[in-house]
């Protein structure tokens, strides 16, 4: 089973940015997509952004929730067998805990098999 880890999270000022690392082990990571959800107090987990599965960079296709759209971006380094969540042009609403996750694709957290523990991400305005 595959096994992840957040990390790279932190308290930051409204405009700034973060980058937020996914790691995981296991060959199979490679051979999944990779989602990063959040979860604010008191709200639902909601999709963020997916990447599909790692390998390919001339094949790579991601997909942003519309809040987060032109701000955000999902690098990977396959090498590393590590994705991350690229976050400028923060703002205070983008507040939460972030999991990121695999054995799924699409944007329904219910879809993915497996998750990390979160990073907390605070903006302050």
């Known amino acids: 089973q595959v096994q992840l880890v957040e990390s790279g999270g932190g308290l930051v000022q409204a405009g700034g940015s973060l980058r937020l690392s996914c790691a995981a082990s296991g060959r199979t990571f490679s051979s999944y997509a990779v989602g990063w959800f959040r979860q604010a107090p008191g709200k639902e987990r909601e999709f963020v952004a997916v990447?599909?599965?790692?390998?390919?960079?001339?094949?790579?296709?991601?997909y942003y929730a519309d809040s987060v759209k032109g701000r955000f971006t999902i690098p990977r380094d396959n090498a590393k067998s590590t994705v991350y969540l690229q976050m400028n042009s923060l703002k205070p609403e983008d507040t939460a805990v972030y999991y990121c996750a695999t054995g799924g694709y699409s944007g329904t957290p219910e879809e993915y098999d497996y998750w990390g523990q979160g990073t907390q991400v605070t903006v302050s305005s």
């Open positions: 990447i599909n599965r790692s390998g390919s960079s001339t094949y790579s296709r991601t």
